[in-house]
């Protein structure tokens, strides 16, 4: 049988009892949700985006370099991590990828020594203390070198236009105050918020979207939503910002006339088959 007629009479078998059925899209098309950073990266390549430079700042395991690098392959990729642990593996990712250089450093405003909190995760690990009591959250201190952003590129010799991606575990602001040349031939940064105050003195969601519209960035896509374990809310999402009279924001209209009709199509089959001819009774 045809899987349309199939659809069609498993939606009018549903609606008898009050239910709506949607078909899922495929994941990341054009039309479909994105739910992986693959797919946010791919929409940029779409749009048109080509970075020069790629700075991954917490690089951790590497992922977000192994996710971009799959996209923009001829892109320079600069790597940042404070993390002794992930030295290894950073180091084999980048001797596979042509262009690339790792540095074992924090981001900050301004280069020279801090302490950061080494978790036992490894993971949250920061230059700021989580505001969690009676847990070994905080870790263990260490000292460790820090770079500002403008002072690596300048070192480096990397071109833009750049794409850049932080996970600073609250350290957002501090890392983007040492970054405003870099920022300035920026398109696309790519940042894990908060929102709730896990880090004292660190910044929430709010904070963070007021500082980035001060820059002339303006929110684009949200992934990688995470949920508290004390409460399920909300509490940390990667947040892809864009410059707002950038090439990312061209166009302020919704969709095309094609489109328009299409979507308009849809819709009116839809509430056909929900209400019948009653739907355009008036």
Known sequence: MPTEWLKQCAKRWFNLFGLEVCWKQQSGGPLGPRTSMAEV????KRVGFAPGTVIDVGAAL???TRECHAVFPEAHYLLLEPLEEYRPLLEQLVRG????HCCIAAAASRSGTMEINVHPDLVGSSLYREVEQCTDVNGIPRPVSVVALDSMVDERGAVGPY??????QGAELDVLRGAE?????????VLEVSFFQ?????PECADVFAYMRGLGFVPYDIVGLQYRPLDQALSQADIAFVKEEGLFRRHHYYATP???AEQNAR?????SELFGDRAYDS
């Open 41 to 44: 990266l791919q929409q940029a």
């Open 97 to 100: 990828i042509s262009k690339a």
């Open 181 to 189: 040349r870099v920022l300035a031939d920026c398109e696309f940064v």
């Open 198 to 202: 896990f880090f004292h003195d660190g």
């Open 62 to 64: 590497g992922s977000f």
């Open 163 to 168: 794409l850049m991606k932080l996970d600073v």
């Open 258 to 260: 094609a489109q328009r």
């Open 267 to 271: 819709m009116k089959q839809h509430l």
